[in-house]
C-alpha cells in the first residue's frame, strides 16, 4: 500500500540518517547529562537496579592491658550490609509531521529528508535531553517555588533562590501543575495550566489557567510529573542529597548516617550568603569526615559562577597562595579531597550548589534517551489516528543512583 511504502521509506532514512548518531548527541550545557553516566542495559539483572551498599564499619574489638591472664574476647560485630535498589520511570515524547511533508522528503532521497525533518528531529533531541537535564537535578522537587500569584491574574512571579533560567527559557506552550508542597502528598491548585510568556529576568510566568488559590511557597510541576499523593517521576540529586528522612533506594535515611547526604546554608559555611572559595572548603569537610578522598565536581547557577570569579581576582590580588586553576572547563579548585571542578549550569537553581564525585553517581533504567519504542525495533513512524500526519516518538526509562550519599553535599540559601 502507498502508505506502508511511504512509512518503510521513512523508517529507512530515519535510520540512515539518524538512529543512531542523535541518540548519542547531547547538548553543551547539560552538565548532569554528560557527567553522569548511564548503566547499559546488560549489567542490570531483571527490572531493578541493584547494588550491596555497606552502611557501618566492623565493632568487634577486645581491648586488653599488657600481661593479661584473661582472654575473653567481645562477640563479632558485623557491618551493615544492604541491598540498594532502584526502578526507573518512564518518559514519552510526541511529534508530528504532516503527510505532505512525509511524502516530500521520502520522495527525495536522504538530503531532502534531511532538509525536511533536521529541524524536527533535532529540537525532539534537544527538548528531550532538556527535559531530563531538569530532572536529574530536580525530579520530585518542581520546576521552582511561587513567590506572589495573585488569583486570576494569569501570571505567577517565581523566587529568586528557587529560579533557574534554564529551566525555563523557551518553556512557552508547555504544561504545568502547581501543588503545595514537594512532599509524598500535596494539594494541587487549580487546573493544569499552559505557559504563555516567559520573563527570565523578572522571574514572571504566564499561564493560561490562574493557579487559584496559589499561595507562597507553592510549587511548579511539569504536567503529569506528580499526583496529590505520588510523584511519577524518579528522585533528582536535589532530592536525594537533601532527604533527612524516609527511605532511598530502599534505603532508610534516617537510620545510618552513611546513607545521609550533607547540606549547609551559605551563612553557616563563612559570613554572609554569597559564595566563597572559602566557603566551597568548609562545605567539603562535611563530607570528608565521611570519608571522602575523591575528586568532585560542584554544579552552580550562572551568576554565582560570577562570584566565584570575582573572588578569585580579589585572591590573586592579594598574592594568596595559588590553589586553584581557571579552565575552558570550569575553574578547578585544590582541596583537601583532591580536586573540585566548578561548573556553571543553567539549569541549576540560583540558591544551591551541588558537590558530587560523578563516580559515585549513575542514571540507570532500561533505557537511556531513544528514538527506539520498546519491541518495534526500526520503526520510528506511526499513522496517527483521525490526522493526516505521522507520529515520530522518543522514549526513557531511567532513575538518578548514588551508592555514596554521605560523600555528596549541597550549598543552600546563596544569593548573588
Same mark, same amino acid.
Given at each position: 500500500m502507498p502508505g506502508e511504502?511511504?512509512?518503510d521509506t521513512l523508517n529507512g532514512l530515519f535510520k540512515e540518517i539518524y538512529a543512531d548518531a542523535i541518540e548519542d548527541a547531547k547538548p553543551k550545557g547539560m552538565k548532569f547529562g554528560r557527567d553522569i553516566s548511564f548503566v547499559p542495559r546488560n549489567r542490570m539483572?531483571?527490572?531493578e537496579f541493584h547494588t550491596p551498599i555497606s552502611l557501618s564499619h566492623e565493632h568487634g574489638f577486645t581491648y586488653l592491658p599488657a600481661n593479661a591472664t584473661t582472654l575473653t574476647l567481645n562477640e563479632a560485630i558485623a557491618h551493615n550490609l544492604r541491598d540498594a535498589r532502584v526502578i526507573g520511570t518512564q518518559c514519552i515524547m510526541r511529534s508530528r509531521?504532516?503527510?505532505e511533508v512525509a511524502a516530500r522528503a521520502s520522495s527525495g532521497g536522504p538530503r531532502a529528508f534531511r532538509m525536511a525533518l533536521d529541524v524536527v528531529v533535532e529540537n525532539m533531541n534537544d527538548s528531550f535531553r532538556k527535559r531530563c537535564e531538569i530532572d536529574y537535578g530536580y525530579g520530585q522537587r518542581g520546576l521552582g517555588q511561587i513567590r506572589t500569584a495573585a488569583a486570576g491574574s494569569g501570571?505567577?512571579?517565581?523566587?529568586?533562590?528557587?529560579?533557574?533560567?534554564?529551566?525555563?527559557?523557551?518553556?512557552?506552550?508547555?504544561?504545568?501543575?502547581?501543588?503545595?508542597?514537594?512532599?509524598?502528598t500535596a494539594t494541587k491548585r487549580g487546573a493544569t495550566a499552559t505557559v504563555t510568556s516567559v =520573563?527570565?529576568?523578572?522571574?514572571?510566568?504566564? *499561564?493560561?489557567?490562574?493557579? &487559584?488559590?496559589?499561595?507562597?511557597?507553592?510549587?511548579?510541576?511539569?504536567?503529569?510529573?506528580?499526583?496529590?499523593?505520588?510523584?511519577?517521576?524518579?528522585?533528582?540529586?536535589?532530592?536525594l542529597v537533601t532527604a533527612t528522612?524516609?527511605?532511598?533506594?530502599?534505603?532508610?535515611?534516617?537510620?545510618?548516617?552513611?546513607?545521609?547526604?550533607?547540606?549547609?546554608?551559605?551563612?553557616?559555611?563563612?559570613?554572609?550568603?554569597?559564595?566563597?572559595?572559602?566557603?566551597?572548603?568548609?562545605?567539603?569537610a562535611l563530607a570528608v569526615g565521611k570519608g571522602l578522598d575523591e575528586d568532585m565536581t560542584m554544579y552552580i547557577h550562572p551568576e554565582v559562577w560570577v562570584d566565584l570569579l570575582n573572588d578569585e581576582a580579589a585572591l590573586r590580588r592579594h598574592n &594568596?597562595?595559588?590553589?586553584y586553576?581557571?579552565?575552558?572547563?570550569? *575553574?578547578?579548585?585544590?582541596?583537601? =579531597?583532591?580536586?573540585?571542578? *566548578?561548573? &556553571?549550569s543553567i539549569y541549576v537553581k540560583l540558591g544551591r550548589a551541588y558537590l558530587i564525585a560523578p563516580r559515585y553517581w549513575r542514571r540507570v533504567g532500561a533505557t537511556d534517551i531513544t528514538f527506539r519504542l520498546p519491541d518495534r525495533g526500526d520503526e520510528f513512524f506511526r499513522h496517527v489516528d483521525n490526522a493526516a500526519a505521522y507520529e515520530l516518538r522518543a522514549y526513557v526509562n531511567q532513575a538518578m543512583f548514588t551508592r555514596a550519599l554521605s560523600k555528596s553535599l549541597v550549598i543552600t540559601g546563596i544569593t548573588s
Open positions: 511504502h511511504v512509512t539483572p531483571g527490572n509531521i504532516s503527510y501570571q505567577m512571579t517565581l523566587q529568586t533562590a528557587s529560579f533557574a533560567p534554564g529551566i525555563w527559557a523557551g518553556m512557552e506552550n508547555a504544561r504545568v501543575e502547581i501543588f503545595s508542597t514537594t512532599g509524598a =520573563n527570565v529576568l523578572t522571574r514572571v510566568i504566564g *499561564i493560561s489557567t490562574a493557579a &487559584a488559590p496559589a499561595t507562597v511557597d507553592d510549587h511548579v510541576f511539569f504536567e503529569g510529573q506528580r499526583t496529590a499523593n505520588a510523584h511519577n517521576v524518579y528522585q533528582g540529586l536535589d532530592a528522612t524516609g527511605v532511598v533506594h530502599n534505603i532508610s535515611v534516617a537510620t545510618w548516617s552513611l546513607w545521609q547526604g550533607n547540606s549547609r546554608t551559605a551563612a553557616q559555611l563563612g559570613s554572609g550568603t554569597t559564595l566563597s572559595f572559602s566557603k566551597v572548603n568548609n562545605a567539603i &594568596a597562595p595559588r590553589d586553576d581557571v579552565g575552558a572547563d570550569g *575553574i578547578t579548585f585544590f582541596s583537601q =579531597n583532591g580536586t573540585i571542578t *566548578i561548573k &556553571a
